[in-house]
């Protein structure tokens, strides 16, 4: 079902632990001939230090794509648009010019590819252009909840995953009206998640999760998670479903 | 990070395509004593045959679980509880006498385990009494929008996944609140579905998937899917969101 032709890859690497890549994942990973990854200015990307398991250093193999800006303007600034834009414009442009000159091209992404990835802003700009393969991978949520032992949903329970971004009053509304729910994207937004979820009555059953089935995993309560938690982006909270159970 | 002295686990096989399973998922499948798998009366369930690439027939390691009752009766009906408490009773007694007796117990599931999955009703009758790990995988959804070339969240969108058996206001509601959709348990619900779809004005941009990722996939727009169209119970409806492109 892949298609082996493909040139430019986006490679889901899955929330981690390197045994919960795919198969697929794994033999793109050993033969690229690029393997690309973002990260912030001074920064190994969280995507490129899950694939330490399988690839080392070989720096000829690496190209690394440095945002510009990552959380110091928010997203909906028009200056986060300005200073996006030409970064994807032209991390496209280097990408194809290495496919152009016969060498199989990697984004290492953390996660899914096609769930809130970066990725996303390459393929859409390249897929047209080159031979292009998405592989899919286990969420950074599903790596949560299978850790934290929360099945997500039961039955007929409805999901709704929620960026931290939002405002407090549209959190509180989304998470009144769920079964169960995902908050990502937290980093400076934990106060405001935390008070929309106690608003919405569901403070007792969230539970917060960083960087799941990784050697520095924390799982905590959130009622027990202290007020003044510095949280990484990279994290989330689940709201577990109390759907049927028969 | 894994458990390796786990002894019943909850195997997560992903959407199909044996490629996307996972290393761990592969590693425990190989060496199970006992692969347990979910079925209809006088059918192979799907996650055994996702297993077919791996593991051959070895009939002394196979257990298959025959639900008493699977579409016949609605979920919310009081027969069907009726029925399928003493089916997980007992299930989970002849799966907690093979650990008792010294082997290890793979139960194989399409997709996440902890997402929607049957697993969920043994994993809490047993969790207590016996050493469990649960692996995650790629979920049907992932496999779903990836193969449709669908990035299913950009920049904020919120995401909500809907069982396709609740009522027809109901999905209209919470399908014309939401920027992302996943549709999941059609069956004889396509016709509501659809309609709910339409009433939310989310017609052109919905795509029908079925079995994703395997030799069968089948993907179409929405409004190419003739009215009649029988889709199985294991397919889906994804509406990809149009959250920011930078």
């Not at 998640?193 to 960083?210: D, K, Q, T």
């Not at 003044?228 to 028969?246: C, H, K, M, T, W």
Request: a negative charge.
């Amino acid at each position: 079902m892949t298609e082996h032709t493909a040139r430019f890859f986006g490679l889901g690497l899955g929330p981690g632990d390197p045994d919960y890549m795919t198969v697929r994942a794994r033999k793109v990973l050993e033969s690229a001939d690029r393997l690309v990854h973002f990260c912030k200015r001074g920064r190994r990307g969280n995507a490129r230090t899950i694939a330490d398991a399988v690839v080392g250093q070989s720096p000829e193999r690496e190209i690394a794509l440095v945002y510009p800006v990552t959380t110091e303007i928010p997203a909906d600034h028009p200056e986060y648009a300005a200073a996006l834009n030409p970064f994807y414009e032209e991390a496209a442009s280097r990408l194809l010019a290495e496919v152009e000159a016969g060498r199989t091209v990697a984004v290492l992404c953390e996660g899914d590819p096609f769930f809130y990835g970066s990725f996303m802003h390459l393929w859409w700009r390249l897929k047209d252009k080159v031979p292009t393969e998405v592989v899919p991978a286990v969420s950074g949520m599903s790596g949560a909840w299978t850790r934290a032992g929360a099945p997500i949903t039961w039955g007929d329970d409805v999901l709704t995953v929620l960026p931290g971004t939002l405002s407090e009053a549209e959190l509180t509304r989304r998470l009144s009206g769920t079964d169960a729910a995902v908050v990502m994207k937290l980093g400076r937004n934990l106060p405001k998640v935390r008070a929309a979820i106690s608003a919405a009555g569901l403070l007792e059953r969230a539970i917060y999760v960083e960087r799941a089935t990784m050697a520095q995993e924390k799982i905590v309560p959130l009622p027990d998670l202290p007020e003044d938690f510095d949280a990484p982006y990279f994290s989330l909270i689940i709201v577990p479903g109390q759907g049927r159970r028969v």
